[in-house]
């Protein structure tokens, strides 16, 4: 049995809203590169979802074929409004997003109110 | 009086007297070579301006092209229906189909293809997306007998293609999202498309492709996203495409 090392971070709202969005997708993929899964407390919205999957796709390589990932507290306009607003009263938003390299997360499943995610590399052992 | 009016790649400009439409020169001379003016006189009648203003406006309105993007993730049937479509109005495919992932790895286009159903009609061009996906590996496309040299090249041109995929997000006037009803359609690629799309106000129906095969389950893909329409086809046979069509000339318009 191959032993696998995991290493998961869980990052505060505080790490990512000081930063402007390239930035905050800088570091993110950053930090898949170096083989960590990250999950934020702030869920990404729509748009940075997006260019995360494209700043992804500029750094494919055999070693980095990509990421996994799952949002939940959907990202969209009237809930980044909502969630702005919420922020503003000294409130927090719900939800939270995970992403993982997908050479460690084999898939991220979800349902509405929950994610499930699957490391390894999916062989019967 | 000044009323400006910008239709989609031309501007109109109507000044009440060329004074007007000179000052209008000088602050706009960048556009100045895109921008039709019309000197109307202040004893025109509102009504007949008005109603002059409308026929204009209605030649522009028959004569609008809509973008219509096909997304979706790899496989989901995306150049099937973009074929389909485009073989019932123009007799003529748009792209290749393969049971390899990321068989269009750059847009595909058919311009002017027009759709009629139920008496509406539709002016669009057709754009066939390379599938959206979080990964790309090239070890994957080597289980269907591709060479390492060739996976490469094609993993390589897939991530090329989802960047211009998403590029296009932008730009496109309508869509349809394209789900392969014998998979999960609650996926976050599915999502972060179509949170894109309705983030921009883009109208987008969902089809829910390959009902022929016995796997397929469209009820849960009418259950992940109650909010939009969804259409349930097979592209491949051709099944219920007369439905499609009706959404598309009747809600994309």
């Known amino acids: 049995m191959i032993a696998m090392n995991i290493q998961i971070e869980f990052l505060t709202s505080s790490v990512l809203s000081q930063k402007a969005e390239s930035e905050k997708i800088s570091f993110i993929v950053a930090n898949l590169k170096k083989g960590k899964i990250l999950v934020l407390e702030d869920p990404l919205t729509h748009a940075e979802e997006t260019r995360l999957i494209e700043a992804t796709m500029k750094k494919v390589t055999s070693a980095f074929p990509g990421i996994e990932i799952g949002t939940l507290g959907d990202g969209s306009v009237a809930n980044d409004i909502r969630s702005q607003i919420i922020r503003m009263l000294g409130g927090k938003p719900g939800g939270f997003t995970v992403i993982g390299p997908s050479k460690l997360v084999r898939q991220i499943k979800r349902d509405p109110e929950t994610l499930s995610l699957f490391a390894g590399d999916g062989r019967k052992r | ?253």
């Not at chain 2, 509406?120 to 060479?147: A, Q």
């Not at chain 2, 490469?152 to 309508?174: C, F, H, M, Y």
């Not at chain 2, 893909?221 to 959404?247: C, F, H, T, W």
Request: one cysteine or more; glycine letters at 6%.
């Open chain 2, 1 to 253: 009086m000044l009323l400006l009016v910008r239709a989609k790649d031309i501007n109109i400009t109507l000044g009440a007297n060329k004074v007007a439409t000179s000052k209008m020169h000088a602050g706009n001379s960048i556009r100045r070579q895109r921008v039709r003016h019309i000197c109307v006189g202040d004893t025109m009648g509102l009504d007949a301006l008005v109603s002059w203003f409308m026929s204009i406006a209605s030649i522009f309105k028959k004569r609008k092209t809509v973008r219509l993007g096909l997304y979706g993730a790899p496989n989901a049937g995306k150049t099937s229906l973009a074929n389909k479509i485009s073989m019932d109005w123009l007799g003529e495919p748009v792209g290749k189909v393969s049971r390899v992932p990321h068989e269009t790895r750059a847009i595909q286009q058919k311009e002017h293809v027009q759709v009629k159903a139920n008496g509406h009609e539709l002016d669009m061009n057709l754009l066939d997306m390379p599938g959206i996906s979080t990964k790309v590996d090239y070890r994957d496309f080597m289980k269907y007998g591709i060479t390492v040299e060739d996976a490469q090249k094609r993993s390589k041109e897939a991530t090329k293609g989802i960047i211009e995929a998403i590029k296009w997000l932008e730009n496109v006037d309508a869509a349809l999202i394209v789900m392969d009803s014998t998979e999960d359609p609650f996926t976050q690629v599915n999502l972060t498309i179509i949170g894109n799309l309705e983030a921009r106000n883009i109208p987008v129906i969902l089809v829910a492709n390959k009902i022929d095969l016995p796997k397929s389950r469209p009820a849960k893909i009418r259950d992940a996203y109650p909010q939009y329409p969804v259409v349930e086809i097979s592209a491949l046979k051709g099944d219920n495409m007369d439905e499609l069509y009706q959404e598309i000339t009747t809600r994309l318009r």
